[in-house]
Every structure is written in structure tokens, then in C-alpha cells.
T-cell receptor
Framework: NAGVMQNPRHLVRRRGQEARLRCSPMKGHSHVYWYRQLPEEGLKFMVYLQKENIIDESGMPKERFSAEFPKEGPSILRIQQVVRGDSAAYFC????????????????FGSGTQLSVL | KNQVEQSPQSLIILEGKNCTLQCNYTVSPFSNLRWYKQDTGRGPVSLTIMTFSENTKSNGRYTATLDADTKQSSLHITASQLSDSASYICVASSTRNAGNMLTFGGGTRLMVKP
């Protein structure tokens, strides 16, 4: 049973380009979370999704950022017109059905995508 | 505002020695306290989860304690190994809303030297 898979591991973009980060949750998991981690800082919540639904996007910047988790395929975090401040590690986590949104849910993290904006 | 503060920021110890990492949290309403280990370039991996009614929980050489009254937690590592070199992250969970329940500390970066 593969863990949470994120790709690419490293992504380099120039200012103004688009970045697409992919996350395949663990098999059988139906809840996906995206977090952002700046150097020397803790992970910051961005968005929580279930299949075809955004449940909580309170951590997402109002502009340029969007996320989806389609019925088929991986979850996608999309950043349009990237700026240098978007450079960070982006982590995806998944949890089993029935646990999502509960206080005792156990999250399984991917290895992250390191985004560098030149 | 929910907050998690960890100390020290970084720590160097010799292989075989013990160490204790500290965590203070301000999260309301509080649900549980978690410790994660994050190796460089990897995602966090869960070590322990404790509810407010639990004072201590062990996972091998890792022992976490929780004092819900003082809002403090600690992670004790016994007989450290080189593979313990990593960042250790304290995370407090609240019941406030569905997705954004977890508040992450900045981590303690531990280096174990031979």
C-alpha cells in the first residue's frame, strides 16, 4: 500500500508562470489536506477537500490559488502567476473515510513538493 | 489566536544520551496534542496523539507527556540514535472547524552526533 504520493518533488517556475502540484492520497483515503511550510516555520493549513468537494478553504490566499480533488485522479493545487513569495514546501496529507474533519483523525503526509520561484 | 511554541529551536546531543523537547500551546477549544517527526525533505510522521485526559504516551524510545492545566507538553527521547536526527513538531488540535483543526509549532531541530 503506497503512501501519499506527491509530484513533482521539486518544481522551478519563473515569476508569472503557473504551478500545478499533484497529490495522490493513500489507497482508500477520501480526505485530502494541503499545507504550506516556509523555511524555519510550522506547517500552515491551506485547504481541506473530499472527493469533488472543498470542505474548508479558510487558509487559501484569496487570489491565484485554487485546489480540486476530482472524482478520478489526484488532488491538484494550482498557483497562477507565481511570485517569489510562493516559494515554499507544499505538503499534502490524507486521512481515511470516517475520520476526516474529526478531532482524532490520523493524517498521513506525503514527502512534499518544493516550489522555487525564480 | 491559536498558537504553539516549541523550545529549544535546535539541539545537539551525543548518541546514546537522552533529551527532552518542550511545547507550550494556546488552542481553544482543545482536543488533542500530537508529536510528529519530520526528516529533512520528507513529510511529518506521527509519533503520538494524546487527548486531554491522557498524561503520558509512549512509542518505543519516545515518551510524550501532557499537562492540560498548564497547556504544556514534552517529548522525551531515550538512548538517542543517529536516526533520531530530525525536526520534532508539536501540534495542537482544536474542535473549532472541520479542516483547520491543527496548529503546528515551528519544530525543534535535533541533531544526534556520534
Amino acid at each position: 500500500n503506497a503512501g501519499v504520493m506527491q509530484n513533482p518533488r521539486h518544481l522551478v517556475r519563473r515569476r508569472g508562470q503557473e504551478a500545478r502540484l499533484r497529490c495522490s492520497p493513500m489507497k482508500g483515503h477520501s480526505h485530502v489536506y494541503w499545507y504550506r511550510q516556509l523555511p524555519e516555520e510550522g506547517l500552515k493549513f491551506m485547504v481541506y477537500l473530499q472527493k469533488e468537494n472543498i470542505i474548508d478553504e479558510s487558509g487559501m490566499p484569496k487570489e491565484r490559488f485554487s485546489a480540486e480533488f476530482p472524482k478520478e485522479g489526484p488532488s491538484i493545487l494550482r498557483i497562477q502567476q507565481v511570485v517569489r513569495g510562493d516559494s515554499a514546501a507544499y505538503f499534502c496529507a490524507s486521512s481515511p473515510p470516517g475520520q476526516g474533519g474529526t478531532t482524532n483523525e490520523k493524517l498521513f503526509f506525503g514527502s512534499g513538493t518544493q516550489l522555487s520561484v525564480l | 489566536k491559536n498558537q504553539v511554541e516549541q523550545s529549544p529551536q535546535s539541539l545537539i546531543i551525543l548518541e546514546g544520551k537522552n533529551c527532552t523537547l518542550q511545547c507550550n500551546y494556546t488552542v481553544s477549544p482543545f482536543s488533542n496534542l500530537r508529536w510528529y517527526k519530520q526528516d529533512t525533505g520528507r513529510g511529518p510522521v506521527s509519533l503520538t496523539i494524546m487527548t486531554f485526559s491522557e498524561n503520558t504516551k509512549s512509542n518505543g524510545r519516545y515518551t510524550a507527556t501532557l499537562d492540560a492545566d498548564t497547556k504544556q507538553s514534552s517529548l522525551h527521547i531515550t538512548a538517542s540514535q543517529l536516526s533520531d536526527s530530525a525536526s520534532y513538531i508539536c501540534v495542537a488540535s482544536s474542535t473549532r472547524n472541520a479542516g483547520n483543526m491543527l496548529t503546528f509549532g515551528g519544530g525543534t531541530r535535533l541533531m544526534v552526533k556520534p
